[in-house]
């Protein structure tokens, strides 16, 4: 019998860090989709919510997820550039997502209302947007996390010879006592 090469395996740091950061926007995007399908229809949480309620929150979580994807490396730059790339990839994934997540619930109608009613939920509600900024900067910490670790892998190797006798306790014997 044939294993699966994923079983014996294990994720790096920055797999892990890339798929918590997938797992917090596509959480953060469907508890926007539920407050924007509460506060549009002037429901409340403890009311039942129907199947194309659940739909709009399910595709709001994709658009979240599928917008993270296509954003490419805008998210998780170091420096000043990635922190301004960084910002620029939360307002992608912000209104991409909205216009996904909008596509997905209602074709046509939902691509062109999809981001104004993520921008009327978090004008109309502060503190949401700011969880919203804040798991984006958890985000963007996360995949720079997984940035780090891709750009390590292809970096230029070395061209000195590491000597195993250069190392701190060959350099400090005998200096300490």
Sequence with gaps: MRQSLRRDR???EGERARALAFLVVGISSAGLGFL???R??????FDGISAYQLWIIAASALGGLAALFL???RM?????AGALRGVAGAIWV????AVIGGTLSLPLYGTM???FIVCVTLLGAPLLALLWATNLIAVHILMGVYQRERDSIFAVADSKAVDPND???????GRLV
């Excluded at 998780?76 to 000043?80: L, S, Y």
């Excluded at 912000?94 to 997502?97: K, Q, R």
């Design 10 to 12: 294990e994720f790096s």
């Design 36 to 38: 924007a399908v509460l």
């Design 40 to 45: 549009l229809e002037g429901a409340s949480v």
């Design 71 to 73: 954003s490419g490396d």
């Design 76 to 80: 998780g730059q170091a420096g000043v």
């Design 94 to 97: 912000t209104f991409i997502g």
């Design 113 to 115: 209302f999809g981001p």
């Design 167 to 173: 190392s701190l306790t060959a350099r400090l014997r």
